[in-house]
């Protein structure tokens, strides 16, 4: 029911920065904890970040900690993702997620109820 669409990924430089943006709708924003997750080309879809439903708790993956800064706006039904310092590695398809709580979200389980499509991120050296 409810539907993610992300924006704002392209190419950039390495160790410049990128805003991902993820935009809900058609359910009550305010109820999910949202994340981001990515996926590089031959490689498994992995944990990023999330944010609980009120904002007031964030958790980050260990690959981009002190990198990145993971933020709601629940008036606007938005999420999003900067991205600072950036890498080859962190070239991927990233992916705005949305669960009940934010402990679904987290590494090992990640059990996502509703995903968003991608967008792509590359990072050029």
């Known amino acids: 029911q409810v539907q993610l669409v992300e924006s704002g990924g392209g190419l950039v430089q390495a160790g410049g920065s990128l805003r991902l943006s993820c935009v809900a709708s058609?359910?009550?924003?305010?109820?999910?904890?949202m994340g981001w997750f990515r996926q590089a080309p031959g490689k498994e879809r992995e944990f990023v970040a999330a944010i609980r439903t009120n904002g007031d708790s964030t958790y980050y993956a260990h690959s981009v900690k002190g990198r990145c800064t993971i933020s709601r706006d629940n008036a606007k039904n938005t999420v999003d993702l900067q991205i600072g310092s950036l890498k080859t590695e962190d070239t991927a398809v990233y992916y705005c997620?949305?669960?009940?709580?934010?402990?679904?979200?987290?590494?090992?389980?990640?059990?996502?109820?509703?995903w968003g499509k991608g967008t792509q991120v590359t990072v050029s050296s």
């Open positions: 997620a949305a669960s009940t709580r934010m402990i679904q979200l987290l590494p090992p389980s990640s059990v996502v109820d509703f």
């Open positions: 058609g359910g009550s924003f305010s109820n999910y904890a």
